[in-house]
């Protein structure tokens, strides 16, 4: 139980960068519990979640936002931009993460935070525990410096844990509000539903590697739980785009799609901290990253 004074600060930081800079791995380590999927694949951030990590005297309200693409377009990438972007303009405060080495494609990133004179920017160098001499950090630390925009330069390891008492001490400088946003035990605004969700597309993506890239979503039809103290009944359905892809994601003698339900059911337990009975369909929805309605259906509009 956390002693709360009275007077403390609080405050909203978007949490933005490419794909697989390490983003929803630092939500993870910085809120304690997993809330979010990690891959090695980009893009497996579609929707904004809020993590809210309580301090006795702070709260942080972290969004972690889709990877930002710019070499990409399409319907889909276009609503994940939109999605990024909304939570930029709504946050007190930006993270920008970048990996520890200079990119052409940060450019983009870099002019869109250019737009916010307002607002705090802290950039973080991540994944310095990849590199054994950290000397080699120090182009990329001036090179960034250079552009004279970021309020704080951190390097960190999201993995690690390496430079996050740094982090939280200099993000709790610009923290804006006197108050709670949320209640001190409350650690995200996602509902179970969707956290299930979440955890069903995460293990489908280990699962099936790069058999089934970005063409499936899964989709809980209902989460029943009215004997909660007993067990939880989740039914769900993954959308694929081709029929041949619901035929990996099914497996031979349906394998695959029992090994992607074991796991998520796994994890689903731990979260709720109960029994949880599992039912996953697969349907084929053609075209589902080009259909708005479908996007704006599964929060992406």
């Not at 969707?194 to 499936?216: C, N």
């Amino acid at each position: 139980m956390l002693l709360i004074i009275d007077i403390m600060k609080s405050g909203i930081i978007a949490v933005i960068g490419r794909p697989n800079v390490g983003k929803s791995t630092l939500l993870n380590r910085l809120i304690g519990e997993k809330l979010t999927i990690v891959s090695p694949r980009p893009q497996t951030t579609w929707q904004r979640l809020h993590g809210i990590l309580t301090t006795e005297d702070a709260q942080f309200v972290f969004i972690d936002t889709p990877g930002l693409e710019t070499d990409k377009n399409s319907q889909f990438i276009s609503a994940l931009k939109k999605t990024t972007l909304s939570a930029v303009n709504d946050a007190d405060i930006i993270l920008h993460i970048v990996e520890p080495f200079i990119a052409d494609k940060e450019k983009y990133i870099i002019d869109e935070l250019k737009k916010l004179k307002d607002k705090p920017k802290m950039l973080l160098i991540n994944k310095i525990d990849l590199k054994k001499d950290k000397q080699i950090l120090l182009p990329v630390t001036d090179w960034y410096a250079d552009l004279a925009m970021y309020s704080d330069i951190i390097p960190i390891s999201a993995i690690t844990g390496d430079g996050i008492d740094i982090l939280l001490h200099e993000l709790k400088k610009y923290l804006p509000t006197e108050g709670m946003l949320y209640s001190e035990d409350t650690i995200t605004d996602k509902y179970e539903k969707e956290l299930a969700a979440e955890i069903i597309r995460e293990k489908m993506f280990y699962s099936t590697r790069d058999e089934v890239p970005y063409s499936a979503v899964c989709v809980v039809d209902r989460f029943d739980e009215s004997q909660r103290d007993r067990i939880i009944r989740i039914y769900a359905t993954i959308y694929v785009e081709k029929a041949s892809q619901r035929g990996i994601v099914i497996g031979s003698h349906g394998s695959m799609i029992k090994k992607i339900g074991t796991s998520a059911r796994i994890d689903m337990e731990k979260l709720l901290g109960t029994k949880v009975y599992l039912e996953l369909y697969v349907k084929v929805r053609k075209n589902w990253k080009k259909d708005k309605t479908f996007l704006k259906e599964i929060g992406l509009k």
